[in-house]
C-alpha cells in the first residue's frame, strides 16, 4: 500500500510515518513545518520508502499530484493547541476547514480511502462521564475564539459524512482524546510535555484554573495502529470514532504524578485562564470519552497507562536534552 500523510512531521503524523513505513508501506509525507519539525521524521528520513514533501494542505494542486497513486489518505495536519487557537485564530480556522476540504477533494477525485483526524474538542462543554459518539455538543459562541477549533473540525466531520453518502467514497474520523507521547511539545499548550518540562527544570507546574477538570490521556504508541486499523475498516465509513482511555485524572492530580514520577522537588502554582488566555475562555472541565465502538470495530484497547505516558515523556525529553549538551 501506498499512503500520503498530511502533518506527517507532527507528533502523531511522526509515528504514523514511521509505523506505516515498518509495516512495508510506502509513504508520501506532507507538512509545512508550521508547527512539525524534520527533526520527528530524522529516524526514517533515509528511509527509501519514504517521500517528504514541504508543501500546505491549502495547495489544491500539490494535494491532488501526491494523492495520486495513492490508496489511503490519513489527514492529520492541522492547527491544533491551545496556544495556536489563541494566537493563530484566523489561520487555524483557514487550514482546518479549507485544508480537510482540499484534501477530501483530492481523495475523492483519486478513489483513495480517506481518514480525517477529529478531536474531543468536538463534544465541547457536555461532560458526561463516557462521551459517545453520538452524543451532542454543547459549544459556546462561534465568536469567541476559543471555540474555533472546535467548529472546524466540527464542519470536517460533516463534510466527510456527507461525502461519504453523496459520493459513495470511503471517508472515516477519529475523534482523539488527549493523545501523548515523545515528540509532544509543549509550546503550543500541550498540558503533559509542559509539566515534565517544568518538573525536569525544577521549575513550578502551572496548573490552570482550579485543577479540578478532568482529562483521559492516551499513548500515542496504542493511537497509531488505532488509526491505520479505522481506515481500513469499511463498517466506520462515514462515521466518527472515539479514539482514547477511559482512565479519569484531574489536572492537578497530573501534576502531582508528573512530580512523583520525576522525582522532582518543583512545586505547584495556579494561573488564572485569564491569564493564559485573555478574558472569557472557558476550560472544559470534564471529557472522558467511552470507546466502546473503536473496540467493537478495531478490537481497540490500550496497552499503555498513564504512568507509561508520562515516563515516555520523560526520557523522550531527557534525551533531547542530552543531545542539545553533546551537541
Ligand atoms: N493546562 C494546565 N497547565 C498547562 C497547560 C494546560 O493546567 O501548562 C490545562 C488546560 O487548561 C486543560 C488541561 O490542562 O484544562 C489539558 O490541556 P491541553 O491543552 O493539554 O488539552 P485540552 O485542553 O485540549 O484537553
Same mark, same amino acid.
Given at each position: 500500500?501506498?499512503? =500520503? ?8 503524523? #511522526?509515528?504514523?510515518?514511521? *509505523? ?12 509545512? +513545518? ?7 521524521? /530524522? ?6 520508502? =519514504? ?6 494542505v491549502l ?15 490519513? *489527514?492529520?495536519a492541522? $492547527? ?15 487550514v482546518n476547514?479549507h485544508g480537510t476540504?482540499t ?10 480511502? +480517506?481518514?480525517?483526524?477529529? #478531536? ?11 462521551? /459517545? ?7 459556546? !459562541? ?9 467548529? &472546524?473540525?466540527?464542519?470536517?466531520? #460533516?463534510?466527510? $459524512? $456527507? !461525502? ?5 467514497? *470511503?471517508?472515516?474520523? &477519529? ?50 495502529? $488505532? ?36 522525582? !522532582? ?20 472541565? /470534564? /471529557? ?29 525529553? =531527557? ?6 549538551? !553533546?551537541?
Open positions: 500500500m501506498r499512503a =500520503l500523510v498530511t502533518g506527517a512531521a507532527g507528533f502523531i503524523g #511522526s509515528h504514523l510515518v514511521e *509505523h506505516l513505513l515498518g509495516s512495508g508501506h510506502e509513504v508520501v509525507a506532507l507538512d509545512d +513545518l508550521s508547527t512539525g519539525s524534520p527533526d520527528n521524521l /530524522r529516524g526514517v528520513a533515509d528511509d527509501p520508502a =519514504l517521500a517528504f514533501h514541504r508543501g500546505s495547495d489544491a494542486e500539490l494535494v491532488d499530484d501526491l494523492v495520486t497513486g495513492v490508496g489511503t489518505v490519513f *489527514h492529520l492541522a $492547527a491544533v493547541g491551545a496556544f495556536v487557537v489563541r494566537d493563530r485564530t484566523v489561520e487555524g480556522i483557514r476547514v476540504d484534501v477530501l477533494e483530492a481523495a475523492r477525485r483519486h478513489g483513495a480511502r +480517506l481518514l480525517v483526524a477529529s #478531536s474531543s474538542e468536538i463534544y465541547g462543554k457536555n461532560t458526561k462521564v463516557g462521551l /459517545r459518539e453520538d452524543d451532542d455538543r454543547v459549544v459556546g !459562541s462561534p465568536l469567541m475564539h476559543r471555540w474555533s477549533y472546535s467548529e &472546524a473540525k466540527a464542519l470536517d466531520e #460533516s463534510l466527510v $459524512a $456527507a !461525502s461519504v453518502e453523496a459520493f459513495g467514497m *470511503h471517508g472515516v474520523i &477519529a475523534r482523539l482524546f488527549n493523545t501523548v507521547g515523545p515528540r509532544q511539545t509543549g509550546q503550543y499548550g500541550m498540558v503533559v510535555p509542559r509539566f515534565v518540562g517544568q518538573a525536569l527544570a525544577g521549575d513550578p507546574l502551572t496548573v490552570f484554573g482550579t485543577g479540578e477538570q478532568i482529562r483521559c490521556f492516551c499513548h500515542v504508541l496504542d493511537v497509531v495502529p $488505532a488509526l491505520v486499523a479505522l481506515a481500513a475498516c469499511d463498517e466506520a465509513s462515514g462515521r466518527a470514532v472515539n479514539i482514547g482511555r477511559s482512565e479519569p485524572i484531574t489536572i492537578a492530580g497530573l501534576a502531582a504524578r508528573v512530580i512523583e514520577r520525576t522525582g !522532582s522537588s518543583s512545586s505547584i502554582v495556579r494561573r488564572t485562564y485569564e491569564e493564559i488566555y485573555g478574558r472569557g475562555y472557558e476550560d472544559l472541565q /470534564r /471529557r472522558v470519552p467511552d470507546c466502546g465502538l473503536a473496540e467493537r470495530l478495531l478490537g481497540f484497547r490500550p496497552a499503555r497507562d498513564l504512568d507509561d505516558v508520562i515516563d515516555s515523556v520523560v526520557a523522550d525529553q =531527557l534525551g533531547r536534552r542530552a543531545a542539545v549538551t !553533546s551537541a
